[in-house]
């Protein structure tokens, strides 16, 4: 009877030696090989199985598959991989030599490759790196979170979502260059971005007690209105009008201050802004026209946004050079 040849595969994302019972199993019982030494070898040679370290590949897993019945193959080698192909195209041709099986160790838990993107900005900003990541400020790097956000919005309005993705990837780069930069700050006051994601991570469940925590809230408005309590118990002293981002265009900076006035019940017309001209003056008349979207439930921004890109889809056909066939003929 043939031998079996187990390809043995582990999550690099995950620490070295945490496996399935199935895995420990398996490695305990029969020989392992690797084609060199690794974290994960290391790791069960400290729990006392042996791994042979061989260079010759296939000839030997078929060899101590004839001998054991089982042998276990430790995936990680970046050969591995064409190994796995030659082996399995032998096998296919001489099915009386061996089996193959492929049994999955341990795998990556959602959120793995975040990791990898941590690991990559390490290295792109660490010395050796690359020069131009290295020599960034936050403050030189705030214009492209703002050129990533707009890009981004671009996709969900064309409602491309491959565009998107990539999108959200070119954000993401951001924020992991932003917190591998701030590790350099002095003693203190350096963070990481372990640091923002446990930020995080308590802000969403602290805002989200009708999940984590026992508070029985079921409408939208409901949590939402719970959302904004809390929202405002956290950031008790200071005004209802703090934390708004001026850098925000003028139009959703005007209803981002109407919102937060209404629910605090100030009437900003009552506010002195100056003299009063004898006709308002065109800010005043966008003002009014944000008051009158917002009262409606709509989005001043997007809506101009809308019309803007309809405007602008019509310009662009009228603009457009005749087609040789639509051409006039002479006269």
């Known amino acids: 009877m043939a031998g079996r040849i187990v390809l043995l595969v582990t999550s690099p994302r995950l620490p070295a030696g945490l496996l399935t019972a199935a895995a420990w199993d398996l490695v305990r019982a029969h020989p392992v090989l690797a084609a060199a030494a690794s974290e994960q070898a290391a790791a069960l040679r400290r729990a006392g199985v042996t791994v042979t370290f061989t260079d010759r590949g296939i000839d030997d897993l078929i060899a ?185 265009p003028a139009l959703s900076l005007a209803a981002k201050i109407q919102s937060r006035a209404r629910r605090a019940g100030i009437d900003l017309e009552a506010v002195d802004v100056g003299p009063a001209d004898a006709e308002p003056s065109l800010g005043e008349r966008l003002w009014a026209l944000v008051a009158e979207a917002t009262a409606s439930g709509l989005d001043p921004e997007a809506e101009l946004r809308r019309v803007a890109l309809a405007r602008l889809a019509r310009a662009r056909d009228a603009g457009r050079p005749p087609e040789a066939g639509d051409a006039e003929p002479p006269s």
Do not use: C
Request: no cysteine; net charge negative; charged share 25%.
């Open 64 to 248: 101590a598959a004839a001998a054991d019945g089982i042998v276990v193959w430790l995936v990680g080698h970046p050969g591995d991989e064409p190994l796995a192909r030659t082996l399995g195209r032998r096998l296919a041709r001489e099915p009386r030599l061996a089996a193959m099986e492929l049994v999955y160790g341990s795998w990556d838990p959602p959120g793995a490759r975040l990791l990898d993107a941590v690991a990559v900005m390490d290295r792109l900003a660490s010395p050796g790196g690359d020069p131009w990541k290295r020599q960034q400020t936050h403050r030189s790097l705030a214009k492209y979170m703002i050129e990533e956000a707009y890009e981004t919005v671009d996709a969900i309005e064309a409602n491309d979502l491959d565009a998107l993705r990539d999108e959200l990837g070119d954000v993401l780069l951001q924020v992991v260059l932003h917190a591998r930069l701030a590790e350099n700050l002095p003693e203190g006051e350096a963070w990481s971005v372990d640091d923002v994601a446990a930020g995080l991570v308590d802000k969403m469940v602290r805002r989200n007690p009708h999940v984590f925590g026992e508070v029985n809230v079921t409408t939208v408005e409901a949590i939402t209105e719970q959302w904004e309590q809390i929202k405002r118990a956290e950031r008790s002293g200071t005004g209802v009008m703090d934390s708004i981002a001026l850098g925000q």
